[in-house]
């Protein structure tokens, strides 16, 4: 397959966009905060895992590209694979690996170990 450009799409840019497709953004923070979204609008918030934060400033939008969040006062934002790789430390291919597995779709990220630098 090829992209806008003419260039080869890769397996991996096929596969990233096959998981963050069949996931709910929402859904995914959610279950990682611990948090139940609340509707404001279009979007949905929570308490940003990543300050001090009590009251609800990480906006998340499913709709957007596939799923958006954002935090007003950190200034972090992003799609899901970046989520995932902030609050849980991952890589890139990790937390493709991890959302994939956990919408039921096979990854084709190279799983590399991790190391420290």
């Not at 069949?22 to 990543?50: M, N, W, Y």
Request: charged share 30%; hydrophobic share 30%; proline share 7%.
């Amino acid at each position: 397959m090829r992209t806008a450009w003419g260039e080869r799409e890769s397996p991996m840019t096929r596969n990233k966009e096959a998981v963050r497709s069949a996931v709910s953004l929402s859904h995914v923070i959610a279950e990682l905060t611990g948090q139940q979204p609340r509707k404001r609008g279009r979007q949905v918030v929570v308490c940003c895992p990543f300050h001090d934060d009590s009251n609800p400033s990480l906006r998340i939008d499913d709709e957007k590209r596939g799923g958006q969040w954002y935090c007003d006062p950190c200034g972090k934002g992003g799609d899901v694979f970046r989520f995932v790789m902030e609050h849980e430390g991952l890589s890139f291919p990790e937390a493709v690996d991890v959302v994939a597995e956990h919408c039921g779709v096979e990854s084709v990220a190279p799983t590399r170990p991790r190391t420290s630098w």
